[in-house]
């Protein structure tokens, strides 16, 4: 690629965690059987009109705050005009003359240490249906479930140059988002859905190529392939004298390459016009100030916060607020124990190697901070030892157990009593003369033999460290 | 019963000197009988009218209907929906369309104790002037059948004229309201846009669209409003009124009145037989305390119509995109994709005048053309806006024709439909500035048909409008169509 550098511009498709569709009171949640999220409006009937849903809004501003976006405080609804079946009024209202954000940034690392990724605009729209083709010709069928989901497209500048800006950006994207509590971001479920302009111009110059949009893009690594893909295609094209196509693409994940899908002389006159059933959308002082004062701590306060206040390692700190959910599970904890460190490993450790097992994603924790925090004080009080604590925060992982209740139950704490220690350490001594003839010949591995047994003889509730100690002085 | 107005039939209902069952049948025996000359209603279902009337007449003894209205038949022109019974927008592509809701206006309709009698015929989709596009066949106007009634709410103007209902709604995105009402000699009243919920009004034009009323009078037409209009959350586009006191109506309300009368109305289009009505109902203002004058709305007379027919098609184009046989409504009987659904759906369910104005509305917002014609055509909007603003700073109401002349004949309009379209030169200024105004019957043509004048007034002051209309009203009583005495 030494001559050509690539220039990537992103729009990015998000659904918004709303409880009702953008325009009418019909229920967002996922599945359900088809058409039962349905009503006039969102079928499109005749007499039925769109009302603009506020918290769509405000998600919408929170993302464009979050985003050093600048805030429409007029914006407008427009009417994007197509045919087609998943469309009940063969129109789309979105936002093209006004969108509700303009001219923002987000951060990335990149190769060359932080960068700023340019977001032209956030425009709010709405969602279309899914049509549903049946196999041998048996027609096709709608499903108007998804009609009328709240929408954010967010369009970056050409800002990117490569597959991993690309990913980085679109993570920062999405963490924020998903800070937020303004959607759950599934590129997989196509609750986020990327679509990359690519071009690529010889290395140094100012101006752009010809560019191609590509679609169908459900994972990162579909992106990245595509990107890479892409380039490589484009590359061809150029060096061997030849034109890119103004052309807009669909990725084949299967196939690993992409198909046109339509070139530009194809492109469709979408007719826009602003949409007449709904009025302007004023977003005043007082609200816009009232959405950013609800904006939580996002990920980049939360780690610089971190490092001065819990002084955890940077690998700690990214794993610990790479979700909202898992660090506010943190904090919770932190604040009823006082450990940090204890915290963060029990729950980069144990929780996250238990939540992989289980088959879980990003999703929450289910049990309470306050039985983990319970746990920690446990064993820095030596209650139990680390090996039981262990099998009890399995107990609190799957079961939210109280671990002292757990404990005390199940017998599992741990021996304290001096006396009670110190004659089963005897007793383990008269029960094995020969390990002891060893040991006080010289032989320093049977030492080690002595202690096993009488852990196990305390069936592993005893503190390792006081058995030595009490081996050592019986054996003297 | 079909001499009397909507409140004379509300009264004799609580004074119990009929019952709300008796009034509907009376009605119902009406267009029975009656209906077959004009063509006035495209649905009418009897048991569904008596079951309703019944159950009003119920509440009506429970007392939980007290109001003026309660018990009273009414009309509805078939654009506006009411549950259960079939909505056509006299097109082809929904005439089997029954939605499953009601309009809000017919609900608040029906919260007033009124019984819907049936759905009444007009030009498709209400586009046109003189309900000849209905794919139901054209109304023929009560005063001469072998006129038109008007468009687009014909039906409900010439139900209202005929006697077969007391009261009908309209819809009004051009005039269809008001100069149906002139062309049948009643009352015809196109509030300020905004104050009737266009929920479950079909749209036509959504920046334009308004529902109104076709009355035998002022007092009746004001009732009816009074009963719809409220703030609606389902409409985005409602507003809530401004009125503190609407009743009585003043008898005094055109008494120390500024009135205007823009001179380009009175020129061009209007004939002279119109010209001479607006003069001499201008006299009778004057005699009851009015000051009239001349003023000039030049930006209005030359730029209304185009302006409103580009913004109309433009808006029209889009609203009926969603049309398509997919969903519900007629669909063609074979196709091989869904393109070819959508061509054949929309080529044979559609009727001419709204493919025109589809196709019109489609090319004036696409690529190349935008900037030219549908932006050009909202400025324009603006500046007639501005251009009213500036009026009602020193005038209370602006007076003029509802029409340019009385009905014209059957067959003569469609032909010829840039013509047609310059007809309604005093009617659309009034949605593209939302003003309320009303029509009210102005004596015979030498013909012998209604002609019709207009009062308009600022958005929202329709307690002015209405006191005028009805000062006016008691000087020049509501005309008498000779088909109720022959009948």
Redesign the interface.
Known sequence: MGEYETVIGLEVHVELATKSKIFCGCSTAFGGEPNTHVC?VC??????????NQKAVEYAVAVGLSAHCEITRVSYFD?K?Y?Y?DN????QISQLYYPICRNGYLEIEGEDGTKKIGIHEIHLEEDAGKLIHEENGGG?R?DYNRSGVPLIEIVSEPDLASAGEVIAYLEQLRVTIQYLGASDCKLQEGSMRADVNLSLRKAGEAGLGVRTEMKNLSSFRAIAQAIAHEAKRQEEILSGGGRVVQETRRWDENEGCSYSMRSKEDAK?Y???PE????PLVVSDEWMEEIRGRIPELREEKKARYRIEYGLSEYDIGILTESRQMAEFFEDTVSLCRRPKETANWLIGEAMRLRKESGGGNGYFSFSPKHLAGLIRMVEAGEVNRTTAKVVFEQIFRQDVDPEVYVKEHGLGMTGDAEELREAVRQVLEQNPQPVADYKGGKEKAFGFLVGQSMKATKGKADPGKIRELLKDLLS | MRERTAREIGRGIREKRWSAPEAAEEFLREIAGRDSQYGCFITVDPELVLSQAAAVQRKIEKGEYTGPLAGVPIAVKDNICADGLRTTCASRMLQDFVPPYDAEAVKRMKEAGMVVLGKTNLDEFAMGSTTETSAFGSTKNPWNPEHVPGGSSGGSAAAVAAGLVPAALGSDTGGSVRQPAAFCGVTGLKPTYGTVSRYGLVAYASSLDVIGVIGRDIWDCALIWDAMAALDRKDSTSLTRSDKQMFPLSDQGLAGKKIGIPKEWLEGEADHEMAAAVESAAGIMEKLGAKIQEIRLPLTAKYAVPAYYLIACAEASSNLARFDGVKYGYRTGEYQDFHELYRKTRSEGFGSEAKRRMLLGAFVLSAGHYEDYYRKACEARKRIRGEFAGVFQDFDLILGPAAPSGAPRLGESLGRPLQMYRRDIHTVAANLAGLPAVSLPAGLAQNGLPLGIQLMAAPLAEKTLFDAAASYQKEVPALVCPCRKEA
């Open positions: 006039p079928l499109g009937m005749p007499g039925a009109l769109p009302v603009l009417r005009n045919f079946p009940p009024q063969n129109y096709s709608i006159d007719r826009y016009f007449p059933d709904l009025p």
